[in-house]
């Protein structure tokens, strides 16, 4: 598997980071895309700042972590320390934190319900900030995870778009572990084609490059980079 070999690598080198993009250009060629329209998000979670800053110092940028205040212990010395890093919250958002993720992040994966819609649309209209949106599908329909369900997604989105002016750009999936990916990435990037959302966060270590190519614009890439939690 892909990511047995890349987390291999990963172990046997500073970063790992290497062999993921390598894995990445790969996969784009084949899927006759360009190397540009694909974004690696390194995801930092659990890793702490000097872990993670070999890995900014290899050429990486874009980072993802799963909890607001995680984020918030170890990344503003970084950013601070290190030009143009760009942060996305690829894990799940409690209303309650959606102050301080409108203000640390740039992306948000995992807008998935109106609560959540209410309180990023009152914290876009108090700050200066406006963080790309995500909706999260949870095209598996599994009850212990979260995300909007195929069937809803269409007036979720539109929900989101009229009734909070949110500017959605893009939707996020996390296939069920024992399922084949490729089928849930297809049907994500179908919903997003209709609703005319260019951007498509899915794929991580173990399925990247399947995700890749069926239009993954983001892929959300941990163990292969960092090693193992």
Known sequence: MISDRLSRQAAH?????????????????EARRDRSSVTLVAVSKTFNAEMISPVIEAGQRVFGENRVQEAKAKWPGLVSAYPGIELHLVGPLQSNKAKDAVALFDAIH?????????????????????????????????????????????????????????????????????????????????IAARNGLKNLSMGMSADFAVAIALGATHVRVGSAIFGER
């Open 13 to 29: 080198s500073p970063t790992g980071l290497s062999a993921v993009e390598q894995e990445i250009a790969r996969a784009c060629k």
């Open 110 to 190: 995992s807008v998935d319900r109106a609560s959540l819609c209410e309180a990023l649309a009152r914290e876009f209209k108090s700050q200066a900030r406006r963080p790309q949106l995500f909706v999260q599908l949870n095209t598996g329909e599994e009850p212990q995870k979260a995300g909007v369900s195929p069937a809803e997604a269409d007036s979720f989105i539109a929900s989101c778009r009229e009734k909070y002016r949110l500017p959605i750009s893009g939707l996020m999936c996390i296939p069920p572990v024992n399922d084949p990916p490729a089928p849930h990435f297809a049907l994500t990037a179908k």
